[in-house]
């Protein structure tokens, strides 16, 4: 079968939610027997988000190859099967890049570079470097409709529907029908404008998801159907929702699988939606309740944390418990103390991050879940402020502390290590303080050996590991044996036993520390060992500690 591609943008105003929407679609489409793919473009002019700040454009997702990406391929990796590359994420810098690489190295034979054909040509090799992966490639235009910088992109996606046959491309635009509560009814002006402002570079959307709070009454759609030039069918409810891993059922219920099946001329299996199904059901009737505290200093963004929200309550479903996450600013905790902003909670998880703000915050809220014996989860960052908290505290190493806060520490231990052996690139690799931000990062995957007998063989039942990594700083080994000493148990290393992955205090119902991120590899059906059983530890803290009377 002719590779098939389905086109997503988005209209009105941003974060309507085309990343989930994508994703949605693709559980769906494997839900039939598809085989799926996805490519995120976005219009910004940084090669990667890498270097971006949390609260402008979210977290970033890091692939097994180490790419720095957009967050949304957490949701294309979460809702289906697929492991996703670098080649998944383009954006405008990276193509230009790309272009002006060509340009000084000859390959234009000195003709005029411009944006048509040379942009909009690199970005047409960029979508057909990943669609001939699959049946079906799903491709999200970041960006809103309107923005000067999504040109070159939807001029690109107008041309491959002349290049590969109007039966094997799909586009389908979200936007939003805003439900007016004076008024007491929904407007479809918004919808009207932005499907215009598409059409008149050239594209006539197939499809129209409506973001709207309520389900789209028969007259409404017909109405955005005359307006937009689309049939009624062809416009499909995208309701708000309490829980995103309904979104592809409701998606069925409109019969979204059934156009796109239709518009792209493929025969398929019915849907098998038994698993989705059963999920959101798990979630809507959960069991227990554990309540988590998440100590950082993005927490006014959520979108920073999307991946470890997800992770946790993945943890939850495979213990039939709902996880409520409350966010706490570490600078409140270094102001007001830990016991009024932590002592109700049943976990508490620092996760990554970079630079020293709020890091003595984050390093008190430790302190407390060590001494009070509450289950604790340190990811990366959160690793290595265990480390720094326990050395102080337990090891006598008063001034321990990261190269990252004072470069010229007495005692680091936690630093920039100079010389490694890096086994995805089977080299020593020399790391200088000077180099490009990208360029000292530890990125992707990476090999672990678990020592037998502790929390984290517990969890994954094997002893060699993948896990995903984004960092700069490592474990100091110049204080692995004195932090032995004192309790720190090291339980997961590289293969050569050089890079510490995986720290636990033994006297502790949990407690442990990695330095990868686990969350980039969890999923709502499958979840993450490490935040399964930190969830388990969480409802056996709780429960050692109700009193009669309360409810569990």
Not at 131 to 145: L, N, Q, R
Not at 398 to 408: K, L, V
Not at 523 to 528: E, K, Q, S, T
Request: proline share 5%; glycine share 8%; net charge negative.
């Amino acid at each position: 079968m002719k590779t098939k591609i389905i086109f997503i943008t988005g209209g009105v105003l941003s974060s309507l939610g085309k990343g989930v929407a994508a994703a949605a679609i693709g559980a769906l489409l494997e839900a039939r027997g598809l085989r799926v793919t996805f490519q995120k473009l976005d219009p910004y002019i940084n090669v990667d988000p890498g270097t971006m700040n949390p609260f402008q454009h979210g977290e970033v997702y890091v692939t097994e190859d180490g790419a720095e990406t957009d967050l949304d391929l957490g949701h294309y990796e979460r809702y289906t099967s697929v492991t996703l590359a670098q080649e998944h994420n383009f954006t405008s810098g990276r193509i230009y890049y790309n272009v002006i690489t060509k340009e000084r190295r000859g390959d234009y034979l000195g003709g005029t570079v411009q944006v048509i054909p040379h942009i909009t040509d690199e970005i047409k090799q960029s979508i057909m470097k990943v669609a001939p992966s699959a049946d079906v490639a799903i491709i999200e235009i970041g960006g809103t409709v309107g923005d000067i910088e999504s040109l070159p992109f939807l001029e690109a996606i107008r041309q491959l529907k002349g290049d590969l046959g109007k039966d094997n491309v799909c586009y389908i635009h979200l936007t939003l029908v805003p439900f007016i509560k004076t008024a007491g009814e929904v407007k479809t002006k918004p919808t009207q404008h932005s499907v215009k402002e598409l059409r008149s570079i050239g594209i006539q959307p197939d499809i129209l998801l409506c973001r709207t709070e309520k389900l789209l009454s028969q007259d409404i759609k017909a109405k955005i159907a005359l307006f937009c030039n689309v049939e009624p069918a062809a416009v499909i409810t995208a309701q708000d929702v309490d829980n995103i891993y309904k979104i592809p059922l409701l998606f069925h219920e409109e019969g979204l699988d059934d156009r796109l099946i239709e518009a792209l001329n493929i025969w398929t299996r019915a849907p098998r939606l038994e698993v989705w199904q059963n999920l959101v059901e798990r979630i809507k009737n959960p069991k227990h309740r554990v309540e988590i505290g998440i100590v950082g200093k993005y927490v006014d963004l959520r979108e920073s944390y999307k991946s470890l929200h997800e992770a946790l309550v993945h943890g939850g479903l495979a213990n039939e418990a709902q996880v409520a996450l409350t966010y706490i600013d570490s600078e409140r905790v270094e102001r007001e103390g830990p016991e009024g902003l932590l002592g109700h909670l049943h976990g508490i998880l620092v996760p990554g991050g970079f630079g020293v703000r709020g890091v003595e915050g984050k390093i008190l809220a430790i302190r407390y879940a060590r001494e009070h014996k509450i289950p604790y989860f340190g990811i990366c960052f959160g690793m290595q402020l265990a480390v720094v908290e326990f050395a102080r505290h337990v090891a006598g190493i008063a001034n321990a502390t990261s190269e990252e806060f004072d470069t010229e520490a007495a005692h680091p231990v936690i630093y920039l290590m100079r010389e490694w052996y890096d086994y995805r690139k089977d080299a020593i690799i020399r790391r200088d303080r000077a180099a490009d931000k990208g360029g000292t990062m530890r990125l992707g995957a990476y090999p672990c050996v678990v020592t037998e007998g502790s929390l984290a063989s517990a969890a994954y039942q094997e002893t060699n590991l993948m896990e995903r990594h984004r960092h700069r700083y490592e474990f100091n080994n110049q204080y692995r044996e004195q932090l032995q000493n004192a309790g720190l148990a090291i339980t997961g290393t590289s293969p050569n036993g050089e890079l510490v992955e995986i720290i636990e205090i033994g006297d502790h119902p949990w407690f442990l520390g990695c330095q990868f991120h686990p969350e980039f590899k969890s999923r709502p059906l499958a979840p993450h060992p490490l935040f399964r059983e930190y969830i388990r530890a969480c409802l056996e803290y709780k429960l050692s500690h109700v009193k009669p009377d309360e409810e569990i």
